[in-house]
């Protein structure tokens, strides 16, 4: 691997390849195989986004020698849907990693990411959809955007909404949560021209089919300007708020 690098590097000082054209080999440069893992180290340069680690279903070792590459080659670590156990051997291994428990996720920042544009206001109908917002807030702020959270503004009290008018309209990208009925995606791209990127959570009774019906009315939004991602995608939404707010 490192010699492929200095053979490019070399390849640029005797003007064999533009900086250009290594810049476009980089891009595609292999990933490093850890046998039950292929570590994409070079994602962000070509996607914008860093590898990230989904943690369910991964044992805490796999996790951590995931993480362990990462990190030593300086790159900002995110691991999702992860327990508090889990959580806790990252933090012995990573001094200065944080855990966010609501959103069960953890992260290490060891370099700045470009800044976003504008601000990505994020939204929950309820407060049982804040694990799925705080999903997808980490995700924004460890890609370089600025965030306002705006919690528990559902259609079942429309006035809460209507008094955070100002800090939406502010918004460059919104993410909305919600379950139930999924209605409120709906409600806030009648209100503003931002695009809108809702998140259907597995919240509600029997009838929601574990979020089934809120991704259903989202699918079928009225207002343009709204796209959907899958159930409870926090870290899908904060991703592609991410780059709408870097372009």
Do not use: W
């Amino acid at each position: 691997m490192k010699s492929q690098i200095e053979d490019i590097l070399k390849k640029v000082r005797s003007k064999e390849l533009t900086p250009e054209q290594a810049l476009a080999r980089l891009r595609d440069y292999p990933y490093q195989d850890l046998k039950f893992a292929k570590v994409d180290h070079n994602r962000e340069l070509r996607k914008g986004i860093p590898e990230v680690i989904y943690g369910q279903g991964k044992t805490d070792a796999q996790i951590l020698r995931i993480a362990g590459q990462i990190v030593r080659r300086g790159g900002n670590l995110l691991v999702t849907r992860i327990g508090p156990a889990t959580a806790g051997k990252l933090k012995a291994a990573f001094r200065k990693l944080e855990h966010n428990p609501e959103a069960r996720a953890a992260f290490l920042k060891q370099k700045a990411p470009d800044p976003g544009k504008g601000r990505v206001a994020i939204l929950t109908a309820g407060t049982s959809d804040i694990p799925v917002a705080e999903e997808a807030r980490v995700t924004c702020e460890l890609l370089g955007n600025e965030t306002d959270r705006i919690y528990d503004v559902g259609v079942a009290g429309l006035h809460r909404l209507l008094g955070e008018y100002e800090r939406l309209r502010r918004a460059r990208v919104l993410i909305v949560a919600a379950g139930m009925e999924g209605a409120l995606p709906s409600v806030v791209g009648g209100m503003v021209g931002a695009p809108i990127i809702a998140v259907p959570t597995s919240v509600g009774y029997g009838a929601s089919f574990s979020g089934l019906a809120a991704l259903l009315a989202m699918l079928n939004s009225c207002p343009g300007g709204v796209a959907v991602v899958n159930i409870d995608n926090g870290f899908g939404a904060g991703t592609l708020a991410s780059l709408i707010n870097h372009l």
